[in-house]
């Protein structure tokens, strides 16, 4: 059995195949014990394999799986016992009423009759479900099918929450309330959620991993993956002035490395202005439109973002279109 010291999750050297396709190649990583990790990568990166496996619902071609200090594939039913599951297609039943669905799942789950009674109680309080509680779950919204799908997973009480693209079909607001649910699960569980959306795990994890085509390309904080960037970040100015005495100015900018204008009403630029790495552009424009008698009404730093991380760890090969938001 585990100490409270060690890593809830170990992966070491994991591989999986589908005939000659690599799913997953070679890949190591751990979890501390309340940490909220995130897996990040587009589709086909090698997100959902992992958590399945993590889960026992697949075996790894090869590599060694431990959750709790429990092999997934040796000691299947004690990881299970361990592990509350939320996957991407939430299969819930939707002719039970939400409170008996939870006491029925908890049952299920090897909970007794009062028990079952008392975490059912507990985790519709903690997933917002108090106001729906008697309702049929098919006539719920999709957010609130979400929280009923979280709770689920929460029911008996499993130091790990594993989290396929939750908020996946959830609009701006129900995204926003799910977030803060899963924000409030770290500490008391480690929560590993697995998501294509960039924002989304920057706002929710206390750690991400980010996969390319089954591989780990990086693993950190995501304030330590954009301070491992280089450079300032990019500036965005807006400017009213001639363009050949514009051009001509930010080409003496030191530290610049390129700069696209683009035209805006009344005679104003937006000129968006790429530094060398460590440079920060600010004071040297606002002394040079000074300088000059430009009219300047906007200068901002756009800070790096893990989008930015990701083009850079992987060699200038931004996300596809297809598969990210």
Aim: net charge neutral; charged share 25%; glycine share 10%.
């Amino acid at each position: 059995m585990a100490d409270d010291a060690s890593p809830i999750i170990e992966v070491e050297h994991l591989t999986k195949r589908f005939g000659r396709h690599t799913a997953v190649s070679d890949v190591s990583f751990s979890v501390a014990r309340g940490e909220i990790v995130g897996l990040l990568g587009p589709n086909g990166a090698g997100k959902s394999t992992i958590m399945r496996i993590l889960s026992c619902f697949m075996a790894a071609t090869s590599g060694s799986v431990r959750v709790a200090g429990r092999d997934v594939m040796g000691e299947s039913r004690a990881v299970r016992r361990r592990i509350g599951y939320m996957p991407e297609n939430n299969p819930i039943y939707t002719d039970l009423r939400v409170r008996e669905y939870l006491k029925f799942r908890a049952r299920l789950k090897g909970l007794g009759f009062r028990q079952s009674r008392r975490r059912a109680d507990f985790v519709i309080e903690q997933c917002g479900l108090a106001e729906v509680t008697r309702q049929m779950i098919g006539t719920l919204s999709k957010g609130y099918r979400q929280r009923v799908g979280l709770a689920d997973a929460l029911i008996h009480e499993p130091e790990l929450i594993i989290l396929d693209e939750p908020t996946i079909g959830l609009d701006p607001h129900q995204i926003r309330a799910f977030r803060q649910l899963i924000r409030g699960l770290g500490g008391a569980h480690t929560v590993l959620l697995s998501s294509h959306i960039l924002h989304e795990v920057e706002m929710t994890s206390t750690r991400v991993v980010i996969l390319h085509t089954g591989r780990i390309l990086v693993s950190d904080t995501p304030e330590t993956l954009r301070a491992r960037m280089a450079g300032g970040g990019q500036v965005t100015a807006e400017i009213q002035a001639a363009q050949p005495s514009l051009e001509a100015g930010l080409r003496r900018l030191p530290g610049l490395v390129e700069c696209e204008l683009h035209p805006l009403e009344d005679g104003f630029w937006q000129c968006q202005l790429t530094p060398r790495p460590g440079v920060d552009l600010r004071p040297g424009l606002y002394r040079l439109a000074v300088d000059e008698g430009w009219v300047l009404r906007e200068l901002a730093l756009r800070r790096h973002s893990l989008e930015d991380v990701f083009v850079q760890v992987t060699g200038g090969v931004g996300p596809e279109r297809e598969g990210w938001e």
